[in-house]
């Protein structure tokens, strides 16, 4: 059976804590491959008008171009909507049935996953790994297998604020998606 395992996130911009999780989480389990898949509309944020979700899918893609092992879905981006992983995972176990799939979240999202859709179900289609994220306690009732992961405090949200003010970026995100981000004029970049 492919194992596989899902990071959803906004991906707003994507930043190397991003692919950290992914690289360190696919080697840990020993997984066939993590997928990146960007939501097209998040239930737990709020949408940002600014920059649309094929160029988050974009810079998904830039992001993970040389790192074997890891893809980019473009699932939710290209069905629309609220993305809820319910969803998601009942569609993409229903059409990859030999696949069993590990869903990543950090710690912020597993002390908030009693407010998940339909998680009672969810938990029985999948396995949620978790891996901690400084800040948060990394605690729930429901079945969590922690993976240990070299931590990084680094945000989408500082990256935004970065490309405002005009702080630097170097390190925190691919070159590549960096120049996208240039190219395009996101984040009021001028």
Same mark, same amino acid.
């Given at each position: ?54 160029? &988050? ?8 171009? %040389? ?10 981006? %290209? ?19 030999? #696949? ?14 009693? #407010? ?40 989408? #949200?500082?990256? &935004? %604020? ?7 970026? #170097? ?20």
């Amino acid at each position: 059976m492919k194992k596989v395992g899902i990071l959803g996130g906004t991906y707003n911009p994507p930043h190397i804590g991003h692919l950290i999780i992914a690289n360190e989480v696919k080697h840990a389990l020993q997984l066939d491959e993590v997928r990146l898949m960007p939501t097209a509309l998040p239930p737990h944020k709020n949408a940002d008008n600014e920059v649309t979700k094929e160029q &988050r899918l974009e810079m998904v893609k830039l992001a993970v171009e %040389d790192t074997p092992g890891l893809t980019v879905s473009s699932f939710e981006v %290209d069905r629309g909507g609220v993305s809820y992983t319910f969803d998601t995972m009942m569609r993409l176990t229903e059409e990859e049935p030999n #696949t069993a799939f590990y869903f990543i979240i950090g710690g912020d999202m597993i002390d908030q996953l009693d #407010t998940w859709h339909r998680i009672d179900e969810l938990v029985e289609l999948i396995t949620f790994i978790g891996v901690n994220r400084p800040g948060w306690k990394s605690e729930t009732d429901y079945p969590v297998k922690l993976v240990d992961i070299p931590e990084i405090d680094l945000s989408s #949200t500082v990256l &935004r %604020d970065r490309f405002k003010t005009g702080g630097p970026v #170097t390190f925190l995100m691919p070159k590549s998606v960096e120049a996208f981000i240039r190219r395009e004029g996101l984040y009021h970049v001028d």
